[in-house]
């Protein structure tokens, strides 16, 4: 069965404490996975897709990786701002059609 | 602003009753998401359309549908409402309807049922 795990649910990190987030996947076929932040209340707000293995992708102080079975998240010094719930999810083929896959998430808390 | 607009914001009704939320896509995205996100919960697919037609449903209840205009608008009925039913819902749209582009959401409807 297609599964999309994130851990820890979550992080509670003191202001300039950097840290990384897990998303692990285990599906027929990966055609990208994507990173949200989603502020409470808030609609998920975009932030980075990867597609192969190997692939990272950076913002300010936020960088997505990419491996065949997960993906990290890593937050460099975070600062409170940066205190949200980050999902993952993948876009996979499955019976015929293609479906994103959404994980849990992880509720982030930086503390100043 | 992901530029995908959903109305209303929040809407408070009382069971057994019919609401009617609205998403309005990105300008240019023929495919409509559907989603459900409870307390605590995660995203729940309801059900995708695109350029009109239903593409594809996930756990979308008999007393719930949806459509989506010619003018791309989408709107996802929702009746004979639970208490259950509360949560919020959130409209996604993308370029098109099979793509690994990413999804952009709405804000999301906030519903309320007492």
């Known amino acids: 069965e297609d599964q999309v795990t994130q851990s820890p649910e979550a992080l509670r990190l003191q202001e300039g404490e950097s840290s990384s987030l897990n998303c692990s996947y285990t599906?027929?076929?990966?055609?990208?996975l994507f990173w949200y932040r989603q502020d409470p209340g808030k609609g998920p707000e975009f932030l980075f897709t990867?597609?192969?293995a190997g692939e990272e992708k950076e913002k300010e102080r936020l960088k997505a990786t990419l491996t065949k079975k997960e993906s990290f998240l890593h937050i460099t010094a975070p600062k409170p701002e940066d205190s949200a719930t980050y999902l993952c999810?993948?876009?996979?083929?499955?019976?015929?059609?293609?479906?994103?896959?959404f994980g849990t998430g992880t509720r982030l808390k930086v503390l100043a | 602003d992901s530029g995908v607009t959903q109305t209303p914001k929040h809407l408070i009704t009382a069971t057994g009753q019919r609401v009617t939320l609205r998403c309005s896509p990105r300008s240019g995205d023929l495919s409509v998401y559907w989603y459900q996100q409870s307390l605590d919960q995660g995203l729940q697919f309801l059900i995708q359309?695109?350029?009109?037609?239903?593409?594809a449903k996930g756990n979308i209840l008999e007393r719930f549908s949806a459509q989506q205009f010619p003018d791309l608008h989408s709107e996802l009925n929702l009746s004979s409402l639970e208490l259950g039913d509360s949560a919020l819902y959130f409209c996604?749209?993308?370029?098109?309807?099979?793509?690994?582009?990413?999804?952009?959401f709405g804000n999301g409807t906030r519903l309320t049922v007492t």
């Open positions: 999810a993948v876009y996979t083929p499955t019976s015929g059609t293609y479906k994103y896959i």
């Open positions: 599906v027929s076929g990966l055609r990208g």
């Open positions: 359309y695109y350029n009109g037609e239903e593409r």
């Open positions: 996604a749209s993308s370029v098109r309807g099979q793509t690994n582009s990413p999804l952009h």
């Open positions: 990867l597609y192969s």
